[in-house]
């Protein structure tokens, strides 16, 4: 299916499209998406750091905050819920490698200047490969389930920002955003 998007996206430019495909580990040099092996990757420790928001009008924010939505712990659920995802993010993304995560954390934070909530989730193990996407996996989750949990009060919240922070381990390193 990739292939076939990619190919219809380009036309009939082959060298561009072999361009797009070798640079794409997740693709074959024939379009079709494969899960990379890694097996003969050394196993190192890796951690990654995501994070995004939610913003809301300041009641709802102050809603939550107080412990008053009609659903319950906005923040203790949503934490929850994050820890949860990254831990089936093999599930849900079809090309990520299953992992035995060592650790997830998922941290929320009010932000009166937004006025919202701050998201950030962290997560960790000894393998083959990153955790990029299980932390931005529990960051996005730990978010659409406060939308779901005060979305009776407050249908115009807004998800944003749902990005890598810092990545580290693995034969690329330690990576930061500016």
């Known amino acids: 299916m990739i292939g076939i998007l990619l190919r219809s996206c380009l036309g009939r430019r082959k060298g561009a499209q072999l361009l797009i495909m070798t640079s794409l580990s997740h693709i074959?040099?024939?379009?079709?998406?494969h899960m990379v092996d890694v097996s003969d990757k050394?196993?190192?420790k890796r951690l990654a750091r995501a994070r995004g928001r939610i913003v809301m009008a300041p009641e709802t924010l102050a809603l939550a905050i107080a412990g008053?939505?009609?659903k319950g712990d906005v923040f203790g659920v949503a934490r929850l819920a994050g820890i949860m995802a990254a831990k089936k993010t093999s599930d849900l993304i079809p090309l990520c490698h299953p992992l035995p995560l060592s650790s997830v954390s998922v941290?929320?934070?009010?932000d009166d200047s937004l006025p919202g909530v701050i998201v950030t989730a962290e997560t960790g193990v000894t393998g083959k490969t990153g955790v990029e996407m299980e932390a931005l996996t529990a960051?996005?989750?730990?978010?659409?389930t406060i939308y779901d949990m005060l979305k009776a009060v407050d249908r115009g919240m807004r998800i944003e920002g749902v990005e890598l922070v810092a990545k580290e381990g693995g034969k690329?390193?330690?990576w930061r955003r500016d």
């Not at 074959?28 to 998406?33: C, I, N, R």
């Not at 941290?107 to 009010?110: A, G, H, N, R, S």
């Not at 960051?139 to 659409?144: G, I, M, P, W």
């Open 28 to 33: 074959t040099a024939a379009g079709e998406a």
């Open 42 to 44: 050394a196993d190192t």
């Open 172 to 174: 690329s390193g330690v």
């Open 107 to 110: 941290d929320i934070t009010p």
């Open 68 to 70: 008053e939505a009609k």
């Open 139 to 144: 960051v996005s989750v730990a978010c659409l």
